[in-house]
C-alpha cells in the first residue's frame, strides 16, 4: 500500500517536469519511484538533466537511461525532487533517514525550486518524532557527540543520541565519508535556533532539519495526493 502511495506522490511530480529542465534528483524509496517514472518519460523523449543526491540515486538513474550531470558544470537547477522522513504544516522536513542529507541539501540549496513526494505517514504537527540525522566528520567523534548531547539537553530532548551502523554493525558511512549520529528530540520547537547551535558545532558537516527550502509537497493519502503549499 505504502509503495503504491509514494508512487502517486511520485507521478504528480513527474508530470510538473518539462524537456529543458536541470533537475535534483532525489534519495530514498520514494525518489527512486520519482527517478523511475522520470525514466520512462526519458525513453518517451522528454529531454531532461538530472543531479543525483547521492551514489545511490545516480547508479538509479543511469540504469533508466537519465542523462547526469553535476554541480560543477551546472551551477543553478531549476528543481529538485525529493522525500523526507517529515514535514511540518510549514513544510520544514526533517531528512537524512537515507544518509544522503548532505549532497540533498547542497543540491536543493542550488535550486530554484524543492517539491518534497512523501505518503501521509510523513505529516508531524512539529518536527522531532523521528531522529535528526546529524553528519558529522570522524575526526574528533567524541567532543563532537559531547556538544550536541548539551544542545539536545538544551532543547529538552526525550531521546538519545546514536551512532548509525550498517546492517554489519559498522558505522554507517555517507557518501562523503563522514558519520551521522541520529538524535532523538521527541518534538523540535525552535528549529531554526537548533539548526544554528548545530552548525556552530566544528565537527558538524550538516544537519537533516530543512528549513525553509520547499515549497510544494505532494503527499499521497489513501483518498488521493494531496498539494500542500
Ligand atoms: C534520504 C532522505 C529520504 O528522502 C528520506 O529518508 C525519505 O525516504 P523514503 O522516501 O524512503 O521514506 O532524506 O537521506
Redesign the pocket.
Known amino acids: 500500500m505504502s509503495e503504491v502511495l ?1 508512487r502517486e506522490a511520485a507521478a504528480r511530480a513527474v508530470a510538473e517536469i518539462t524537456s529543458g529542465m536541470k533537475l535534483g534528483l ?6 527512486r519511484h520519482f527517478v523511475e517514472l522520470l525514466g520512462e518519460r526519458v525513453a518517451q523523449g522528454l529531454d531532461i538533466v538530472g543531479v543525483p543526491t ?1 551514489e545511490a540515486t545516480a547508479h538509479q538513474a543511469r540504469e533508466c537511461g537519465i542523462p547526469l550531470s553535476d554541480l560543477d558544470s551546472l551551477d543553478r537547477l531549476d528543481l529538485t525532487v ?4 517529515e514535514i511540518d504544516p510549514s513544510l520544514n522536513l526533517i ?7 548532505l549532497r ?1 541539501k547542497i543540491v536543493a540549496a542550488a535550486s530554484d525550486a524543492m517539491i518534497v513526494i ?1 505518503d501521509s505517514s ?1 505529516i508531524v504537527d512539529a518536527l522531532g518524532r523521528f531522529p535528526l ?1 546529524i553528519e558529522v566528520n570522524r575526526f574528533g567523534l567524541g567532543a563532537t557527540r559531547h556538544a550536541i548531547a548539551a544542545i539536545m539537553n538544551h532543547h529538552h530532548a526525550q531521546g538519545e543520541l546514536k551512532l548509525r551502523t550498517s546492517g554489519n554493525g559498522e558505522p554507517f558511512l555517507t557518501d562523503g565519508g563522514h558519520l551521522i549520529l541520529d538524535a532523538f528530540f521527541g518534538r523540535i520547537s525552535q528549529p531554526e535556533a537548533l539548526s544554528n547551535e548545530l552548525l556552530d558545532i566544528p565537527g558538524v558537516v550538516q544537519h ?1 532539519l530543512f528549513l525553509k527550502m520547499c515549497r510544494k509537497a505532494y503527499v499521497a493519502t489513501p483518498n488521493g495526493v494531496e498539494t500542500l503549499l
Open positions: 509514494k532525489g534519495t530514498g524509496s520514494t525518489a547521492s525529493d522525500g523526507a522522513d531528512k537524512g533517514g537515507g544518509g544522503a542529507l540533498e512523501a510523513k540525522p537533516g
